[in-house]
Nanobody
C-alpha cells in the first residue's frame, strides 16, 4: 500500500517555474515506477512524465518535453516535477501516481494516486 501526497502547486505567470513534490508513505517506494498526470477542466486526465523505480529512465509527453523534468529521491520517498517555461495551457490539477508494472503513459497502469495539486498559469 502506498499513499501519495502532492504539494507545490500554485499560481504563476507564464514563463515562470514551479516544482511539484509527491511524498509517498510506505517502505516500498523504491519498488514503484512513478508518473505525473494532469487534468484540466472538461478534459481527460493526461500523461505528463514518468520515471522508473531507479530513476534511470524517464519519459515525457511531447507537450512538456524540454520544459519539465521528473526526478525522484528514494531515500526521501519523494518524486518531483520541475516545471519551467510554464504556459497557460499547463493549467490543470496535477496528480502523481505509482505503478508496479509497465505502461507509463496510461492511467490504467497505475495502482495508487494522490489527491492532486492545482497549477494555474496566468497569461
Amino acid at each position: 500500500q502506498v499513499q501519495l501526497v502532492e504539494s507545490g502547486g500554485g499560481l504563476v505567470q507564464a514563463g515562470g517555474s514551479l516544482r511539484l513534490s509527491c511524498a509517498a508513505s510506505g517502505r516500498t517506494f523504491s519498488s514503484y515506477a512513478m508518473g505525473w498526470f494532469r487534468q484540466a477542466p472538461g478534459k481527460e486526465r493526461e500523461f505528463v512524465a514518468g520515471i522508473s523505480w531507479s530513476g534511470a529512465s524517464t519519459v515525457y509527453a511531447d507537450s512538456v518535453k524540454g520544459r519539465f523534468t521528473i526526478s525522484r529521491d528514494n531515500a526521501k520517498n519523494t518524486v518531483y516535477l520541475q516545471m519551467n517555461s510554464l504556459k497557460p495551457e499547463d493549467t490543470a490539477v496535477y496528480y502523481c501516481a505509482a505503478r508496479t508494472g509497465g505502461g507509463a503513459y496510461y492511467t490504467s497502469s497505475y495502482n495508487y494516486w494522490g489527491q492532486g495539486t492545482q497549477v494555474t498559469v496566468s497569461s
